[in-house]
């Protein structure tokens, strides 16, 4: 009997070893790295929004951290990666929601320029000439 009650189980195993062999499910930390550039965007975000300091504060939005995210959109997006809308805002955190907002972000645009708009802007234009000149 106990063979057969660990057939499903076993089958069930098998199956995820063979599509994650083939790359049909992959885990998300590995699905970022398999994005050209993505750790150069990453880093290249975190030095223009903050240098790089994960205790940087903007005064006027309230955004906080190496990546300068707005306190409402750490709420929902700390909400979606780390199961938590209050969760703190420690360099971990901000890694974690930070990548996994902007891995998304890359899959939905496609274009790092246009994953770069919508950060500074919260919108998606595809024409750059209607950008400000703030934005280029």
Request: cysteine-free; hydrophobic content about 40%.
């Given at each position: 009997m106990r063979v057969v009650a660990r057939r499903p189980a076993m089958a069930a195993l098998g199956l995820v070893i063979v599509l994650v062999s083939i790359g049909a499910i992959r885990p998300p930390a590995t699905q970022a790295h398999d994005i050209p550039g993505f750790d150069r965007f990453m880093y290249a975000l975190g030095q223009v929004e903050s240098g790089g300091r994960y205790d940087a504060y903007n005064a006027t939005s309230g955004a906080y951290g190496k990546?300068?995210?707005?306190?409402?959109?750490?709420r929902v997006?700390?909400?979606?990666?780390?199961?938590?809308?209050d969760?703190?805002?420690?360099?971990?955190?901000?890694e974690l929601v930070a990548r996994a907002t902007i891995h998304d972000?890359?899959?939905?645009?496609?274009?790092?320029?246009?994953?770069?708009?919508?950060?500074l802007t919260g919108r998606v234009v595809y024409d750059s000439s209607q950008w400000s000149d703030y934005a280029t």
């Open positions: 990546y300068q995210i707005i306190p409402s959109s750490w997006w700390a909400e979606r990666v780390l199961g938590d809308a969760a703190p805002k420690t360099p971990e955190n901000q972000a890359f899959h939905r645009y496609e274009q790092w320029r246009l994953v770069a708009y919508w950060w």
